[in-house]
């Protein structure tokens, strides 16, 4: 069974750079079929698809956040991580780590971290 | 404000049977997207309860059950138990918006 387990500063400045990286155990970032997914929670609100990236590199974000949002992997540590440039007090938020499984008849997310929440402010 | 249309809450006595509510439009559930149930204790990781409207993944009791019509999908929960008491998203993947979409989540208390 993977597991998923995000880590990273809980606070971070307005203006900065939000930094958060998934550690994956149990299995391969580099298995086929997967993508690696972040999600994130505002308080007391649903939940947000940031965007994933797959072990060769291809990444995907949702159009609201591209023009600030990075997805890298490092397979070698079977790691990915997320970089959100330029935060504001609206990023705030619990910030999940996901697996995509492309790899069946159905597409989903199938194993999660526990989250880690990032609070934007001076 | 989500995609996915939930209820905030609902709640029920043990025993009882409970019904939570998902609705969509005709670019994600009613396009045909499979809609997914997740069950999320905070503090917690997410787990994936129910997967294309209606099978559970191995270890997810019988009590949990899901259906779709149109442009809207349920998940019931039969026989409550004090450990169903957890937040509920659904999800879909939108079309229009080209990304993958949630609900707001229904948080279930059992009385």
């Known amino acids: 069974q993977v597991q998923l387990q995000e880590s990273g500063p809980g606070l971070v400045k307005p203006s900065q750079t939000l930094s958060l990286t998934c550690t994956v155990s149990g299995g391969s970032i580099t298995s086929g079929g997967y993508y690696w997914t972040w999600i994130r929670q505002h308080p007391g609100k649903g939940l947000e698809w940031i965007g994933y990236?797959?072990?060769?590199?291809?990444?995907y974000y949702n159009p609201s956040l591209e023009s600030r949002v990075t997805i890298s992997v490092d397979t070698s540590e079977n790691q990915f991580s997320l970089k959100l440039y330029s935060v504001t007090a609206a990023d705030t938020a619990l910030y999940f780590c996901a697996r995509y499984d492309s790899s069946g008849y159905y597409y989903l997310f199938d194993s999660w971290g526990q989250g880690t929440l990032v609070t934007v402010s001076s | 404000q989500s995609v996915l249309t939930q209820p905030p809450s609902v709640s029920g006595a043990p025993g009882q049977r409970v019904s939570l509510s998902c609705a969509g439009t005709?670019?994600?559930?009613?396009?045909?997207?499979?809609t997914h149930w997740y069950q999320h204790v905070p503090g917690e990781a997410p787990k994936l309860l129910i997967f294309?409207?209606?099978n559970r993944p191995s270890g997810v009791p019988d009590r949990f059950s899901g259906s779709k019509s149109g442009t809207s999908a349920s998940l019931a929960i039969t026989g409550l138990q004090a450990e169903d008491e957890a937040d509920y998203y659904c999800q879909s993947y939108d079309s229009s918006l080209s990304v993958w979409v949630f609900g707001g989540g229904t948080k279930l208390t059992v009385l």
């Open positions: 294309g409207s209606n």
């Open positions: 005709s670019s994600n559930i009613g396009a045909g997207f499979d």
């Open positions: 990236i797959y072990y060769t590199g291809i990444t």
